[in-house]
Protein backbone atom coordinates (compact mmCIF):
# COMPACT_ATOMS: atom_id res chain seq x y z
CA UNK A 1 0.00 0.00 0.00
CA UNK A 2 1.48 3.22 -1.06
CA UNK A 3 2.48 5.39 2.15
CA UNK A 4 0.45 9.01 2.37
CA UNK A 5 2.44 11.94 2.81
CA UNK A 6 1.83 12.02 6.41
CA UNK A 7 3.14 8.17 6.72
CA UNK A 8 6.28 9.35 5.13
CA UNK A 9 7.00 12.08 7.49
CA UNK A 10 6.61 9.93 10.71
CA UNK A 11 8.57 7.08 8.88
CA UNK A 12 11.44 9.17 8.67
CA UNK A 13 14.16 10.45 10.79
CA UNK A 14 11.15 13.21 12.02
CA UNK A 15 9.48 10.41 13.63
CA UNK A 16 12.62 8.97 15.07
CA UNK A 17 12.93 12.38 17.08
CA UNK A 18 9.22 12.17 18.21
CA UNK A 19 10.45 8.94 19.97
CA UNK A 20 13.69 10.54 21.73
CA UNK A 21 11.74 13.75 22.63
CA UNK A 22 8.77 11.55 24.37
CA UNK A 23 9.87 9.13 27.12
CA UNK A 24 6.77 9.08 29.40
CA UNK A 25 6.22 6.76 32.08
CA UNK A 26 2.87 5.75 33.21
CA UNK A 27 3.33 7.88 36.01
CA UNK A 28 4.73 10.44 33.71
CA UNK A 29 1.98 10.23 31.54
CA UNK A 30 -0.60 10.94 34.48
CA UNK A 31 1.83 13.64 35.61
CA UNK A 32 1.96 15.48 32.15
CA UNK A 33 -2.10 15.20 32.41
CA UNK A 34 -2.51 16.58 35.62
CA UNK A 35 -0.05 19.61 34.33
CA UNK A 36 -1.93 20.23 31.20
CA UNK A 37 -5.72 19.10 31.71
CA UNK A 38 -5.95 19.42 35.96
CA UNK A 39 -6.81 15.73 35.64
CA UNK A 40 -4.76 12.53 35.37
CA UNK A 41 -4.99 10.39 32.38
CA UNK A 42 -5.93 7.25 34.81
CA UNK A 43 -8.79 9.51 35.96
CA UNK A 44 -10.14 10.29 32.32
CA UNK A 45 -9.75 7.07 31.70
CA UNK A 46 -11.34 5.25 34.33
CA UNK A 47 -14.55 7.77 33.47
CA UNK A 48 -14.99 6.39 29.94
CA UNK A 49 -13.81 2.74 29.85
CA UNK A 50 -13.16 1.88 33.93
CA UNK A 51 -16.46 -0.44 34.08
CA UNK A 52 -16.00 -2.05 31.04
CA UNK A 53 -15.64 -5.82 29.92
CA UNK A 54 -12.74 -5.74 27.34
CA UNK A 55 -10.28 -8.59 25.71
CA UNK A 56 -8.04 -8.30 22.98
CA UNK A 57 -8.02 -3.82 22.35
CA UNK A 58 -5.80 -2.36 19.70
CA UNK A 59 -4.34 0.72 19.67
CA UNK A 60 -4.07 2.33 16.25
CA UNK A 61 -0.90 4.26 15.84
CA UNK A 62 0.78 2.71 19.19
CA UNK A 63 4.36 4.82 19.06
CA UNK A 64 6.34 3.17 21.32
CA UNK A 65 3.62 1.70 23.78
CA UNK A 66 3.07 5.07 26.27
CA UNK A 67 -0.91 4.85 26.45
CA UNK A 68 -0.45 0.59 26.25
CA UNK A 69 1.98 0.83 29.03
CA UNK A 70 -0.17 3.00 30.79
CA UNK A 71 -3.51 1.11 30.66
CA UNK A 72 -1.75 -2.19 31.86
CA UNK A 73 -1.18 -0.51 35.22
CA UNK A 74 -4.69 0.95 35.95
CA UNK A 75 -7.29 -1.27 33.80
CA UNK A 76 -8.77 -4.49 33.64
CA UNK A 77 -7.93 -4.90 29.65
CA UNK A 78 -7.17 -8.57 28.61
CA UNK A 79 -4.82 -8.38 25.26
CA UNK A 80 -3.18 -5.79 23.78
CA UNK A 81 -2.38 -4.82 20.40
CA UNK A 82 -0.64 -2.24 18.74
CA UNK A 83 0.09 -1.15 15.14
CA UNK A 84 2.16 1.65 13.80
CA UNK A 85 3.66 2.73 11.19
CA UNK A 86 7.12 3.63 12.29
CA UNK A 87 9.83 0.86 12.39
CA UNK A 88 11.63 2.46 14.95
CA UNK A 89 8.77 3.08 17.24
CA UNK A 90 7.31 -0.87 17.02
CA UNK A 91 11.17 -1.44 18.04
CA UNK A 92 10.76 0.71 20.87
CA UNK A 93 7.16 -0.89 21.86
CA UNK A 94 8.30 -4.43 21.99
CA UNK A 95 11.07 -3.46 24.40
CA UNK A 96 9.00 -1.31 26.85
CA UNK A 97 5.63 -3.20 26.49
CA UNK A 98 6.45 -7.06 26.25
CA UNK A 99 3.00 -8.39 27.16
CA UNK A 100 1.49 -6.76 24.08
CA UNK A 101 1.32 -8.16 20.20
CA UNK A 102 2.98 -4.81 18.20
CA UNK A 103 3.49 -4.90 14.59
CA UNK A 104 3.85 -2.66 12.14
CA UNK A 105 0.74 -1.67 10.29
CA UNK A 106 -1.14 0.96 8.76
CA UNK A 107 -4.36 2.90 10.22
CA UNK A 108 -5.40 2.84 6.60
CA UNK A 109 -5.13 -1.11 5.97
CA UNK A 110 -5.23 -2.62 9.78
CA UNK A 111 -3.59 -6.17 9.35
CA UNK A 112 -6.37 -8.06 11.54
CA UNK A 113 -10.19 -8.86 10.53
CA UNK A 114 -13.07 -7.42 11.09
CA UNK A 115 -14.58 -7.64 14.74
CA UNK A 116 -11.19 -8.47 16.13
CA UNK A 117 -11.52 -6.47 18.64
CA UNK A 118 -13.52 -5.22 21.70
CA UNK A 119 -12.28 -2.36 21.33
CA UNK A 120 -9.65 0.11 18.66
CA UNK A 121 -8.80 3.23 20.14
CA UNK A 122 -6.53 6.03 19.14
CA UNK A 123 -4.49 9.13 21.21
CA UNK A 124 -3.10 11.91 19.19
CA UNK A 125 -3.53 9.73 15.98
CA UNK A 126 -6.61 10.81 13.98
CA UNK A 127 -4.96 14.65 14.21
CA UNK A 128 -2.27 13.61 12.05
CA UNK A 129 -4.29 12.18 9.26
CA UNK A 130 -5.10 14.46 6.75
CA UNK A 131 -9.16 15.39 5.96
CA UNK A 132 -8.85 13.64 2.57
CA UNK A 133 -7.98 10.27 4.14
CA UNK A 134 -9.60 10.70 8.08
CA UNK A 135 -13.17 8.32 6.72
CA UNK A 136 -10.65 5.90 5.41
CA UNK A 137 -8.88 5.60 8.40
CA UNK A 138 -12.31 5.66 10.62
CA UNK A 139 -13.79 2.87 8.38
CA UNK A 140 -10.03 0.22 8.49
CA UNK A 141 -10.93 0.98 12.88
CA UNK A 142 -14.93 0.59 12.82
CA UNK A 143 -14.54 -2.11 10.49
CA UNK A 144 -12.04 -4.13 12.79
CA UNK A 145 -14.16 -3.22 16.62
CA UNK A 146 -16.90 -5.35 17.37
CA UNK A 147 -18.02 -3.37 20.17
CA UNK A 148 -16.13 -0.24 21.20
CA UNK A 149 -14.17 2.95 19.70
CA UNK A 150 -12.28 5.02 21.92
CA UNK A 151 -10.69 8.57 21.25
CA UNK A 152 -8.80 11.22 22.65
CA UNK A 153 -7.91 14.09 19.99
CA UNK A 154 -7.50 17.98 19.57
CA UNK A 155 -10.92 19.45 19.64
CA UNK A 156 -12.40 22.14 16.90
CA UNK A 157 -16.24 22.37 15.46
CA UNK A 158 -14.30 22.24 12.47
CA UNK A 159 -11.70 21.45 10.19
CA UNK A 160 -8.75 23.12 11.80
CA UNK A 161 -4.73 22.91 10.36
CA UNK A 162 -2.65 23.47 12.36
CA UNK A 163 1.13 24.25 11.84
CA UNK A 164 3.05 21.32 13.23
CA UNK A 165 7.13 21.97 14.00
CA UNK A 166 7.06 24.20 11.01
CA UNK A 167 5.30 22.32 8.66
CA UNK A 168 2.16 22.37 6.75
CA UNK A 169 -0.40 19.34 5.85
CA UNK A 170 0.63 17.30 9.16
CA UNK A 171 -1.87 18.58 12.18
CA UNK A 172 -5.51 19.19 11.90
CA UNK A 173 -8.01 19.52 15.09
CA UNK A 174 -11.36 18.80 14.43
CA UNK A 175 -15.05 17.46 16.26
CA UNK A 176 -13.75 13.67 15.04
CA UNK A 177 -16.74 11.87 16.62
CA UNK A 178 -19.05 13.86 14.79
CA UNK A 179 -17.23 12.68 11.79
CA UNK A 180 -17.33 9.18 12.76
CA UNK A 181 -21.14 9.45 13.58
CA UNK A 182 -22.01 11.39 10.71
CA UNK A 183 -20.24 8.38 8.24
CA UNK A 184 -21.11 5.46 9.92
CA UNK A 185 -25.10 4.84 11.62
CA UNK A 186 -24.10 1.64 13.21
CA UNK A 187 -22.28 3.92 16.05
CA UNK A 188 -23.64 5.60 18.58
CA UNK A 189 -22.22 8.07 20.80
CA UNK A 190 -21.92 6.34 24.71
CA UNK A 191 -20.20 9.71 26.12
CA UNK A 192 -18.03 12.67 25.34
CA UNK A 193 -16.28 15.19 27.19
CA UNK A 194 -14.13 17.87 26.42
CA UNK A 195 -11.11 18.74 28.60
CA UNK A 196 -9.15 22.41 28.70
CA UNK A 197 -5.96 23.20 28.80
CA UNK A 198 -4.66 24.56 32.06
CA UNK A 199 -4.52 28.62 30.53
CA UNK A 200 -5.49 28.19 27.78
CA UNK A 201 -8.87 27.75 25.72
CA UNK A 202 -8.01 24.72 23.14
CA UNK A 203 -9.63 21.78 24.42
CA UNK A 204 -9.18 17.62 23.82
CA UNK A 205 -11.74 15.58 23.75
CA UNK A 206 -12.10 11.90 24.63
CA UNK A 207 -15.13 10.01 23.55
CA UNK A 208 -16.35 6.69 23.46
CA UNK A 209 -18.10 5.13 20.44
CA UNK A 210 -20.28 1.85 20.27
CA UNK A 211 -21.67 -0.10 17.55
CA UNK A 212 -25.28 -0.78 17.31
CA UNK A 213 -25.46 -3.77 14.81
Not at 155 to 181: M, P, Q
Request: with cysteine.
Amino acid sequence: MKMTAQEKLWSSDFGKNYNRRNKFTPEGTDLYYKENFGVTKSKMNSEFIGKLKLGKVLEAGCNVGVQIAHLKNTSTIGDFYGIDIQEDAILKARKAVPFANVITGSILDIPFKDDYFDMVFTTGVLIHISPDDLVGAMSEIVRCSKKYIWGFEYYSKKTVEIDYRGKKGYLWKNDFARVYLENFPQLKLVKEKKFKYVGSENEDTMFLLKKTE
